[in-house]
């Protein structure tokens, strides 16, 4: 009975290629199931580790000497600065949807890195930065500096909207052997070009972001200076509260010339709806018409907001002097 039991636990660890407790264990191997990969795939970082947020970006409105928003999904990864993801956003330019808007970097730029230090956020970013646009030669040496001065705001404005950063210092890499500092010289603005002062910190200029409050009082001060090609720029393409679509421009500018001119505002207030599609304004203005000036105050304006940019209605232009 003893030799039976012997002989059947011998066959078992056969069968099992178990191996005497405290032995080390050979080579082992495996017979592939046919159709299959042998080959095991890499670990991965788990995908609900991403998070998707919801950011502004600005970019330049049109040829308009102003930044305006663009409202975005991101998705960022735990591994990579938040604060990076948001400029490579920013470089990619504006989404299809966001037809008005430009980009503002020379082709190939880069964001090589970010580092936050206390509440300023150092960007570095590849030398394409200091290309040039390729149409520098046939604009004005103001537009050549404007859109420099634009293009260095948007990531400013984009990274003090989003994060819990004040200043921004911008650095551009060195190739070679350079040695000097890597922080953006002032010569990149185009005001001097032959300066080797470095830019400093910089902080966020609402003068160049449209807001509710500029837009207003843009839109006052363009029909005040009868500039109605500009004007027309920030009339709303569709009403939101009838559907009307805006007229075309011939008819805008005959509209506006028959209207009195506008030779005096005020504007106060500027209440935003809790959903942020509209704004309202108080204006109190003075006209002129064959001499006769006329003081109209309490005159509600309300601006409506189309995609990033606000605008504002034919309708509610000049709904207050009642002519249309």
Known sequence: MKKRVLILLFCALLLTGCSPMGLPMGGTSATNVPGTNPILPQAQAPAALDSRETATLYFRYL??????????????????????????????????????LTALFPAGTQVLSTVTQGRTLFVTLSREILSGYPDDASVTPQEQQLRRQLCMQSIVATITENCDIDQVQILVEQTGNATGSLRLQESYFMADPQSTALVGTMS??????LSPGSTMELICHLWRSRDWQRLYQYIALRDPSTGVERVNYRDFVTAMENLPMLSAYEISGGSVTQDGTLATYSLTATTLKASRETTHQGCILRLCREGGVWRITLNQLTGWLEVL
Do not use: M, N, V
């Not at 998705?75 to 990579?80: F, G, L």
């Open 63 to 100: 040829s308009e000497p102003f930044l305006a928003q663009e409202t975005r999904s991101i998705t960022h990864s735990p591994s990579k600065p938040y604060e990076l993801s948001l400029l490579t956003e920013l470089l990619s330019g504006p989404g299809s949807h966001s037809a008005d």
């Open 204 to 209: 966020r200029d609402e003068s160049l972001l």
